[in-house]
């Protein structure tokens, strides 16, 4: 690699020569320094200017500067060779202090005088500070110049990585959901990947082209490859932090990113990954989005987590709420090949398919043959991580380490970094591990190169090299296999209660094994784990430092020669290994001694082995599958196979209950309840050996029940074990159903067990082992099931038990097996079912939500169903079909809508109600299925077509309304034209609310169609929304004038909403030409209360104590009744008044400037605040303060101090300022926090205390007492 800085040797010698002037004009006058005070001020300035000197050639020595750097270089050289003639001068002026005389005694005498005098003159001293001030002035420049940088990039790096939490870690999404949702936290990955990156890292491919391809591109995709430890995951976080600066904080531009994590089973796998994408994205929106709303709404019912497909619809529906969005996804080769990968490349797969929305998605991996496939990358989509500029990265890497972490070797940090760089071939991982055994050398330049020399030329031997140094193996060995196999990051105390189980013919735990500190932990493998803290719990936690170190100790390369065989992790055997240490703990005696929280305190590892042995032993098992019930043909090791069989007898030790080990389990965990074991009965072993499925401990604890009820009773004739309702999935054979234990459930059905029994529905199973089998999507158990003889249409009937049930406990059950798999979108189950048979069917004799499959299903599970309905089948109701029809032309499936058709048309079958299926086609503008309804009544014969006709006639207006509303003209004039043909005549209300939908949609060419035919723009009354309101809301100019052309009133008032007048309603939209268009035509801005209060000016002797009536009476839209209401105070009718207002249940309305206030419009507030005169100052009071709470609910800081600017015209009482500033503080609580999320409203609450002189205290008023102050 070339110096950076051989162009500028210029530079590096003024540098140099400057040290050894100032060196030698310091030395000269410091020997002076007692025989002259005078100087002491001259060796300040001098040691100044030599420090400068020496910080710059150390920053310049040290410092690589980048292509991207050279205008900085040039600065700083430029500022530097400035220099140059005073550092000549000073170079001058101390060859005049070393000049030595050649002439005669005398001469000589004179001479040295002169010269010894010299240096203290006086324009000396002046003339050598200036020089030394000018060189500080430019030196300290040059060095700024480059700190500044340095500081730049350490301040951009901070400010990205907090801009980065901050959008991602808002809160607009309740904690109900976020609890519900379980989604793991990327944003801890990052922060840790920011954490280690230096400065300017990655710099040379996010200021590449084929980056800026994947930012500017339409549906684009990256894919970063690399060996372990060549810093793709640092690099992905540079990524994430330009993808922001892109953003530029545009809020339809969403960016969201998964790190996948070899060490936690929670961030493994696509369920894992769409849950956090979908999180960050909706914490990216103002709202919740609906689809992850209805997922957690429809799911969290039957306490159900969301499955895959579930997830995968609802991040395509949140996408689409955004114009672009950035996925970032790191380490994708981080997810398990064996359990989970393959379905993260079919979900990525898929996402990229995704053209329409134009997905940007980077990834990064190894080169692996499955990713590559799996996935279909071209190569221009492909980036090799082999780039010079990681050459750049490294040697910053390298240099800023040695800088701060190996002063020790300073002089040759040049040789170091130099050898470090050309070594590490592109892999950081590599250079890490080599810092360590350079720290321990000695400091000899002969010692230096030795080391140098004999470093390990790649990853695998450096590996193999710190094992051999390991100290203690056996520790070492149990420690990495522990690690490795975890199913999550061990905290320190869990690490060390775990290794002091000592692992041998009989395991047992060793308290001499305990080891006393993390550090002892470090201790045992150096270089190979590290401690971190946990960002939610704060504890320290302990891991493998570096992927590749798992990738090394599993990989086949150990087992060379060259390798270090007797350090080799086999998954399966890992996994029996902690699956054994588990119990190992679990059958301590002691364990039983204490409660929960003491034996955790106490154990440590305990609860870790509660909850995740039955995981590591189905691992085990789960990759050879000769350990599941017959260890003995394992072709493991012997050493091995005897572990396998030494845990299946731990395993019916526990499950037999010795020394109380069942309930040391079940009170750390309860497998079943996925929580701590609550009370002291616990479902029998039997059930839980179902549940973990384990056939040989079902077999053995079968027998043991035979046994004990033969001695007990032999003519007993009670039910079997297996159908004895225990736990939360009921019987042992439905716990085995629900997890999909093929064998166990095979087991109990050679025993006698009836594949069609009825059982109790509960959130885990539903009636029938096939409802089961279905609702949990386990196909082996459904094929199994079916082949022994379950009804594939059997409907779920209330057992006894249920009968004495509540009733609305079973809203949310299912009637049959095919409806359990379609509301849970479980497709291969579907595809199965219908295969053998199974037919959608209302089942309205249940008491149930979900009453067919269709009603249930949701995405592909919908289209599965549409494919396979058969209208013509003669068991097929009315009702299911308008259910099918409905939901095919929803969908707009022209194909299925016409084939239900035909098939119903040609069967002679009578006619269907086709109303909600013609609002849908008309909403969704399908104009084929429109006339295929319409014209389905002239296909039929006789009183089937009299029928039909009849039944269209009731649904033409709606479907009117949905067509004009949705802008669908074809469909309009296709509706117009039927009703016209078949003398279907149109009532004046249908015309009216097909004229409000399309003028509130904006649809001028339809408005103007439906105003041609006679549709009325005005309502008969005010319960009406009138088409001129509804486009004033926020519709166009144009429109307006249409409406108003034809003859729509411009005072046309709304009861239903808080903007009552046309006026009102359209200041709230901010359509300030609306707003000017209706004034000029003569439209009032004066609500209800303004007429009301117009009248109470001119009544007088109005009792004092009533006013509390105003509120009420000043909300009646008319006059004259205001009118009358008063004449009711006045004659002291009070009684019959609060009557009348109590039946009327009336509600207050916003003026013109208050609905402008409210929407935040300041040139519409701007302009009704000019009409607010000094002259009518007791009737505008009420409005002004009405517009002040108005704009402080609405969170418009601007409009609030527009308003009490314009305060000196109209002064506002103090109790107008505090009512405003308590609705801010009532607005801001954290109740309400999740309407208003991205305001602030503490500005709001600062502007009107200031106006207060702060004298209003949060707790002063009560809300009630505060508006119980309004005088009117």
């Not at 784990?529 to 100790?553: C, D, G, K, M, N």
């Not at 034996?599 to 590591?616: C, D, G, I, L």
């Not at 064998?743 to 082992?769: C, H, S, W």
């Not at 009731?954 to 117009?976: C, F, K, M, N, R």
Request: net charge negative.
């Amino acid at each position: 690699m070339a110096d950076p800085l051989s162009t500028a040797g210029s530079v590096v010698g003024i540098i140099s020569l400057g040290i050894q002037v100032v060196q030698s004009i310091y030395q000269y006058y410091s020997a002076a320094k007692d025989q002259h005070s005078d100087i002491a001020r001259t060796l300040r300035k001098l040691e100044d200017l030599q420090s400068l000197f020496e910080r710059l050639n150390t920053h310049l020595s040290d410092r690589k500067f980048r292509s991207s750097e050279a205008a900085l270089l040039q600065n700083i050289e430029s500022t530097i060779q400035h220099c140059e003639e005073s550092i000549d001068e000073l170079e001058q002026e101390a060859r005049k202090f070393e000049k030595k005389p050649t002439d005669g005694a005398r001469a000589a005498i004179k001479g040295v005088v002169r010269r010894l005098a010299y240096p203290f003159r006086e324009s000396t001293l002046l003339k050598l500070h200036e020089d030394i001030d000018y060189l500080i002035s430019q030196l300290s420049l040059a060095l700024s110049l480059l700190q500044q940088q340095t500081i730049d990039l350490v301040q951009d790096e901070i400010e990205n990585t907090n801009a980065i939490l901050n959008l991602i870690r808002t809160s607009q999404v309740s904690s109900e959901i976020r609890t519900w949702l379980n989604a793991p936290d990327a944003t801890f990955n990052f922060t840790e990947e920011c954490s280690k990156k230096h400065p300017g890292t990655g710099a040379w491919f996010v200021n590449g082209p084929e980056f800026t391809r994947w930012l500017e591109g339409s549906n684009s995709f990256l894919w970063l490859k690399g060996f372990a430890g060549c810093g793709k995951t640092v690099l992905s976080s540079t990524v994430i932090q330009h993808t922001l600066r892109h953003r530029r904080s545009n809020p339809s531009i969403g960016l969201c990113f998964f790190f996948f994590s070899f060490n936690d089973e929670s961030k493994q796998n696509a369920s894992a990954m769409l849950r956090a994408l979908i999180l960050q994205l909706s914490d990216q929106l103002d709202y919740v989005p609906s689809a992850l709303q209805r997922i957690h709404d429809l799911r969290k019912k039957h306490n159900i987590p969301p499955s895959t497909a579930d997830l995968l619809q609802c991040f395509r529906q949140v996408l689409q709420l955004f114009q672009n969005f950035y996925v970032v996804l790191d380490a994708l080769d981080e997810s398990p090949r064996e359990t989970s990968r393959f379905g993260l490349l079919e979900t990525l797969k898929e996402i990229r398919d995704w053209s329409e929305l134009g997905v940007h998605l980077l990834v990064t991996s190894r080169d692996e043959v499955d990713i590559r496939e799996g996935i279909d990358i071209k190569d221009q989509a492909t980036i090799l991580m082999k780039h010079q500029g990681i050459d750049d990265d490294i040697a910053s890497y390298v240099s800023q380490f040695l800088r701060q972490r190996l002063k020790r070797l300073n002089e040759h940090h040049s040789l170091i970094e130099k050898v470090l760089t050309e070594k590490a071939h592109g892999v950081f991982r590599w250079v890490e591990c080599q810092f360590k055994a350079l720290g321990t050398c000695p400091r000899s330049k002969q010692a230096l190169d030795r080391r140098l020399q004999s470093l390990p030329p790649t990853l695998d031997e450096t590996y193999k090299r710190m094992l051999e140094n390991v100290p203690d193996k056996d520790y070492a060995k149990q420690m990495l296999t522990i690690l490795c196999c975890a199913s999550k990051p061990l905290t320190v105390q869990e690490l060390i209660n775990a290794l002091a189980i000592e692992i041998g013919a009989t395991s047992f735990l060793n308290p001499d094994r305990q080891l006393p500190d993390a550090d002892s932990l470090l201790e045992i493998c150096p270089g190979f784990t590290e401690v971190a803290i946990e960002p939610y719990t704060r504890l320290a936690v302990i891991r493998i430092a570096h992927f590749s170190v798992q990738e090394y100790l599993e990989s086949d390369r150990i087992l060379l020669p060259q390798g270090y065989a007797s350090f080799s992790i086999h998954e399966r055997c890992g996994n029996l290994l902690m699956a054994s240490m588990c119990l190992t703990l679990l059958l301590e005696s002691e364990l039983q001694m204490f409660g929960r929280v003491e034996t955790v305190e106490k154990y440590p590892f305990a609860e870790y082995a509660a909850k995740e042995w039955v995981n590591h032993w189905r691992k085990g098992i789960g990759i050879c599958a000769a350990l599941y019930d017959n260890h003995s043909h394992c072709n493991l090791e012997v050493s091995h196979d005897s572990l396998a069989l030494r845990l299946q007898d731990q395993m019916l030790l526990l499950f037999r209950d010795k020394k109380g080990a069942m309930k040391n389990w079940y009170k750390l965990w309860d497998l079943d309840s996925h929580g701590a074991g609550e009370g002291d009965e616990m479902p029998p072993p039997l059930y839980y050996a179902s549940l973990v499925g384990a056939l040989f401990l079902v077999e053995n604890l079968l027998e043991d029940l035979e046994r004990q009820r033969h001695l007990q009773d032999s003519t007993c004739t009670c039910s079997h074990p297996w159908e004895e309702r225990s736990g939360r999935c009921g019987e042992p054979i439905q716990a085995a159903i629900a997890l999909g234990h093929r064998n166990v459930v095979e087991f109990f059905l050679d025993k006698g067990a009836d594949p069609n029994i009825m059982v109790e529905q509960t959130g885990t199973t539903y009636g029938t082992p096939l409802m089961t089998a279905s609702a949990h999507g386990q196909t082996e158990v459904i094929k199994l099931l079916l082949e022994r003889g379950a009804e594939v249409n059997a409907v779920w009937c209330m057992t006894p038990l249920d009968r004495g049930r509540r009733h609305s406990d079973f809203t949310h059950g299912f009637p049959t097996a095919l409806v359990a798999a379609s509301y849970r979108n479980e497709n291969e189950a579907i595809r199965l079912l219908l295969k053998h048979g199974a037919v959608d069917d209302v089942h309205s004799g249940c008491s149930i939500l979900y009453r067919s499959a269709l009603m249930a299903a949701g995405g592909e599970a919908t289209s599965i169903l549409l494919k396979a309905f058969d209208g013509a089948k003669v068991t097929t109701s009315p009702e299911m079909f308008e259910l099918y029809m409905e939901t095919a032309v929803k969908f707009g499936n022209i194909d299925a809508a016409q084939k239900y058709l035909d098939e119903w048309i040609l069967c002679g079958r009578p006619g269907f109600s086709p109303g909600k299926s013609l609002k849908a086609a008309s909403a969704g503008g399908h104009h084929s299925i429109v006339q295929q309804l319409l014209c389905s009544g002239a296909e039929m014969a006789g009183s089937a077509r009299v029928r039909q006709i009849s039944l269209l006639r009731d649904t033409i207006g709606p479907a009117l309304q949905e067509a004009s509303g949705h802008g669908h003209l074809e469909v309009v004039e296709l509706l117009l034209e039927f009703g016209t043909d078949k003398g279907i005549p149109l009532c004046g209300i249908d015309l009216r609310y097909a004229l409000q939908r399309a003028a509130a949609g904006g649809h001028e060419e339809i408005a103007r169609l439906l105003l041609d035919i006679g549709a009325d723009p005005n309502t008969l009354d005010g319960t009406q929304m009138p088409a001129l309101y509804a486009v004033s809301l926020g519709g166009s100019k144009e429109i307006v004038q249409l409406l108003v052309d034809a003859g729509a009133d411009i005072h046309g008032r709304f009861r239903g909403c808080v903007f009552e007048s046309v006026l009102s309603a359209a200041c709230n939209g901010g359509n300030m030409g609306v707003v000017e268009m209706l004034m000029a035509r003569g439209a009032s801005f004066l609500n209800r209360k303004a007429v009301a209060i117009k009248v109470r000016s001119g009544m007088e002797g109005f009792a004092d104590d009533r006013w509390d009536l105003w509120d009420q009476i000043v909300s009646n839209p008319h006059e004259f009744e205001a009118r009358n209401l008063l004449l009711l105070v006045k004659q002291g009718d009070f009684q019959k008044l609060e009557i009348w207002l109590k039946k009327e249940n009336l509600d207050v309305s916003l003026d013109p400037l208050s609905s402008a206030s409210i929407g935040g419009h300041m040139d519409i507030v701007q302009k009704f605040l000019g009409s607010l005169t000094v002259g009518n100052v007791k009737n505008r009071v009420p409005r002004l303060r009405t517009a002040l709470s108005a704009a402080v609910v609405g969170k418009h800081i601007e409009v609030v101090k527009s308003i009490l600017g314009f305060d000196s015209r109209i002064p506002l009482r103090e109790l107008d300022l505090r009512r405003a500033r308590y609705l801010a503080l009532l607005v801001g609580n954290p109740i309400f926090a999740y309407l208003w999320p991205e305001m602030d409203y503490h500005e709001i609450v600062q502007v009107l205390a200031e106006r207060l002189d702060g004298s209003f205290q949060d707790d002063d008023l009560e809300l009630s007492q505060l508006f119980a102050q309004d005088d009117g």
